[in-house]
């Protein structure tokens, strides 16, 4: 996902070239004992191989062997409100910025409010996840890697997405609202249990499972640093040789 730019490559000649030629001048120097002669020698070579590593440089840019391609692919992190999708999601991009690879999180946190008009009718959620799920597909198609952490409980607008991308990977995290009130650090069941929340899914609206959902983590048995090692161990086996 990642190449040298003209710029890249020529800094890089220079700055070993400047290395190398101190050696070789210092070499001849001490050989000959001619500081002229060393430094000409030295300038001589140093405008020598420098053009030459720069074509060196460029000549296996250009060269396909050797080189090991990271297809760009969908994680669709999915699961009821507070069931660690996002800090998940986080941790996924972590792992996978360290490999060097083009990451992009979206979240529903940061996304949402773009369309403040959305709200959460069965409707309006399906075709908001829709939006998303356009979206994640162009980044992959430009060959970034996307996580997308999103509650989109219904089936309908997962499997939407799932036809839009090429490699799309999706894993369910799996839980209670129960458990997941324990990881409510913002208040959010407490507004359910207010009314001010309303269409919430595991509390008064369905989860729709998949039956083609790619990994299911049981959440109510899993911390998050377990299932983020087993997602990427899955990621892994399945992109990163």
């Known amino acids: ?11 890089k000649t220079v700055t070993w070239r400047i290395t190398a030629t101190a050696t070789t001048t210092i070499l001849v120097f001490l050989f000959t004992g001619a500081i002229d002669t060393a430094i000409q020698v030295g300038l001589l070579e140093l405008l020598a191989k420098m053009l030459f590593y720069y074509l060196h440089e460029r000549g296996w840019d250009k060269i396909k062997w050797g080189k090991e391609e990271v297809p760009a692919f ?13 800090t998940l999601a986080t941790m996924i991009k972590e792992e996978l910025s360290k490999e060097k690879l083009r990451v992009q999180h979206l979240d529903s946190h940061d996304v949402r409010p773009l369309f403040p008009e959305t709200g959460f009718t069965r409707e309006e959620v ?16 430009n060959g970034i890697i996307t996580i997308a952490s999103f509650v989109s409980p219904y089936r309908e607008s997962r499997t939407f997405v799932r036809k839009l991308c090429q490699n799309y990977v999706e894993v369910h995290l799996d839980t209670t609202a129960e458990v997941a009130r ?3 650090h913002n208040g959010f069941y407490k507004k359910v249990d207010e009314g001010i929340y309303k269409n919430v899914p595991g509390v008064d609206v369905e989860y729709e499972i998949c039956e083609n959902t790619e990994y299911t983590l049981d959440m109510t048995e899993k911390n998050l640093e377990e299932a983020k090692q087993e997602i990427m161990q899955v990621i892994k086996s399945r992109y990163i040789k």
Do not use: Q
């Open 1 to 11: 996902m990642y190449r040298d730019s003209n710029t890249r490559t020529l800094l």
């Open 182 to 184: 324990r990881y409510d």
């Open 126 to 141: 399906n075709n908001h996840i829709k939006r998303v799920g356009h979206l994640a597909s162009m980044l992959e198609k």
């Open 74 to 86: 969908v994680l669709w992190i999915t699961g009821i409100p507070c069931s660690g999708k996002t």
